[in-house]
């Protein structure tokens, strides 16, 4: 029995409720990020066609239901609309004669008790004998006349097809024009995508009877293009309630920002109704911020990341007693990080074009170097993962070993170093100089911090001290934000 199968693709969603600190979306820690790939060349398309000249008509049975304000109304056909026409046996294809509620669709079919129809044809479905099923794609972009997936059937003596939305639908608006990708899960194991195998009632309304490959998020990237422009999106899912709520992640173009939004709120995507989430791209409204600080190996030049020529060279900075603030801007946003040697010896430099057999990093000498990492308004630092890289001595083997840790204060005078609750010492094994440019990732996971602090990254090793070549925070918004 011949099956058709084709690729839909649509874009995903955001959102904006009451939110639950216990529920935060797991943000990935993509230390490196990787543009979208390049969109894969098409699949030819299998044989389609009949011999039994037919012409169908074809209507919307739906008005778009609509929350929060949003009005699509009744939905209407182009001129040239394609849809995907399905039989037992074969397919094929047929467009819209004319603009209107109502258009011809003029096709070849052959002779078979049933025939389904799918809009837009784009959409991967097949007839077989366990029925008519229809994949709701957990990768989309965004457009609304891709994500209204709407379905029909007639029998052989009536070529009337009227259409029904299949899918629960939501918008969402972005501020920003760098967001690269946009993630929507379920909070449970609530499906939102996969193969649903349907069932046409006596109104013509779908239901899901089965879906197998179930996937519990949907992710939205640009339909072209490394980024949306700002605007407002739409994404489709499979029906049905969301009892422990939903998460969003928006990854910006640069992949040095994520900002995450949890909902524990009960909500439901329910078929033919679009739920808007509202806006939800920008750090005020982010329950989870993650912010990927890159100083090297894949930093490049340093002016790219230092337009100011603020942060030392490689020689080092004397001076360093008071203290010295230094900017780094990630996408349109300056974060300050505050250094500070004790002993005034100005062992802290950005060592870039390296031939020693160390990564371009930050070079912190000694024990007596306080990094001090961003304190934000209304956010907490949770995590810290550091790209720690090999010093280029060859006397440094692997029996060679720093300690580093992040502590809640600079100490003054003979007073102890006082840590952070999950951000005490560790051991870290050196490498030898082999110029390899090795960089190892290294977390801490912090408990019991502040919002608007600083807190202070320091090696415990006088000899060997800390050089890194990447930093990537996670901090949370605070309960009274």
Known sequence: MNMKKFPFIILFSLIAVACSYDTLPEIPKPIRYHQNPAPEPPVPEPEAGGSIPVVFSGSFGDVIATRAGINNGQMSWNAGDRILILWNGGFNYAGASAEGASAEF????????TYWAVYPSSTEASLDSKGFSVTVPDKQNGEFDKV?????????????????????????????????????????????????????????????????????????????????AAGTYYFAAVPGALDAGVSFTFTTSSGGTILGKAIATPDALNRSEIRSFGTLDNISTADVLQLSFVFGPEAGTKETYDPQSKWPASAGVEG????????????????????????????????????????????????????????????????VVVGQCRRGNTDNGEDKVTTAGITNRIPEGAEEKSYVAGGELQSWTCWSGKKDKKVVDREFRLSGTEAKTIYYLNSNTSSIGLYFAHLVLTYEKTNNN
């Not at 760098?178 to 499906?191: Q, Y």
């Not at 062992?347 to 020693?356: A, E, I, L, P, Q």
């Open 106 to 113: 003029s096709t070849e079919v052959n002779e078979a008790d």
């Open 148 to 228: 209204n997936i709407a379905v029909a059937s007639t029998g052989a003596a009536d070529q009337n097809l009227v259409f029904r939305n299949l899918c629960g639908l939501g918008a969402f608006t972005l501020s920003r024009n760098d967001i690269a990708k946009v993630e929507f899960s379920s909070l449970s194991s609530d499906a939102l995508a996969g193969n649903a195998l349907l069932s046409i009632g006596q109104d013509g309304i779908p239901s899901v009877t089965s879906l197998s490959s179930p996937v519990k998020s949907i992710t939205v990237v640009p339909a072209t293009g490394n980024s949306f």
């Open 320 to 383: 360093l007693t008071d203290g010295v603030t230094y900017t780094y801007t990630l996408d349109g946003t300056e974060y300050s990080f505050h250094a500070r040697d004790v002993s005034g010896d100005g062992k802290f430099s950005w060592r870039t074009n390296n031939t020693s057999g160390y990564a371009d990093c930050i070079g912190m000498q000694t024990d007596k170097v306080y990094f001090g990492l961003p304190a934000l308004e209304g956010f907490r630092l949770k995590t």
